[in-house]
């Protein structure tokens, strides 16, 4: 009888940061598609578009005019999904319990927005190392800024990019969503790393890069400050997990040479990525960073996930219906065959439309 090969069987796998599962079938990734074809964004944007309510000197949605801005630009959204309490809404800590079944409680916060650059046509690969090392910075002053409000507890820095993950603009941006409570995804995380630091008297995610380093098989592309691999438990078809390479907590830990790796090692996923299908590749990211609740945060380890949708080419994406939604998440993929296929691209990105002085950075590694 033939060995079970999980690589070419179906399986499961746990992941290890939230505790839930995900269903891999790898037997199943040849199947036909016949379902919806995505539209392909348009490949050349101004670099200036009088009617983007984020380009600089223009008028906002709300009203509000842009500075004319040369770097980073950031604002509060004229349009946040949490308020802070001075508008009147009480703080948690002063929150009523519910009637008897049904719980809701105050949730204060500030939501900003983060523009990259002034130009509207350049994503992060397109931009020059420092004017993405200029984004890093903004985003590790934002979460010191916002973190230490006493209301805060959690600092959630974002990028929704692209139509097809709901960005409602193409000029270049990120938000960044302060809250009163920690929130469900970081929320399972600290549950995670915190069980295991305790069970293990190490970092997980320290372990869980070590052990990658030594396999080799899931990685992307590294630096000698950050690393970039598909996890094992990946559930997205080119999902990436970004990790530092040193224990830290926040991006308001990094030295001025993490800044620098870090931001180099964006640059180089974000271009694999749009080599990948030759697109503009949309997804969504973000920074896991310790909660800013007061607490010592030993078990946390900083980290960015990229979740995008494609799947086969620019227009054939992922859904997560039917199974996903009523189930578990199910990926055709192997996460060791997505990592093989993103290694392999080239760092410079295919329309090689690089700005400034974009010497980037040239790790050996
Ligand atoms: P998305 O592209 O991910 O939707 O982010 C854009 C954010 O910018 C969104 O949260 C805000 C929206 O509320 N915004 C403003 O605050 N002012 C504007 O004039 C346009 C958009
Ligand atoms: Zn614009």
Redesign the pocket.
Known sequence: MRAYNILDSPHRRLNLLTGEWVLVSPQRAQRPWLGQVEKVPAESLPAYDPNC??CPGNK???G?QNPHYTSTFV???????LLPPASGLPTPAATEPGPNLFVAEAEPGI?R?VCFSPRHDLNLPELSQSQVEAVVRTWADQSRDLGERDFISYVQVFE?KGAL?????PHP?S?VWASGHIPNEPAKELRAQSEYFHRHQSCLLCDVLAAETRSSERLVVANPHFTALVPFWAVWPFEVLVLSNRHVAALTDLTPSEVTGLADLLRRVTARYDNLFETSFPYSMGFHQAPGDGQAHSEWHLHAHFYPPLLRSATVRKFMVGYEMLAMPQRDLTPETAAERLRVLSDQHYRAARVGEDAGHNYNL
């Open positions: 309510y984020l906002r949605a709300g509000a604002f509060d959204n004229d349009f946040a999904a939501c927005v929704n993950m709901g960005a409602s603009n941006h938000q």
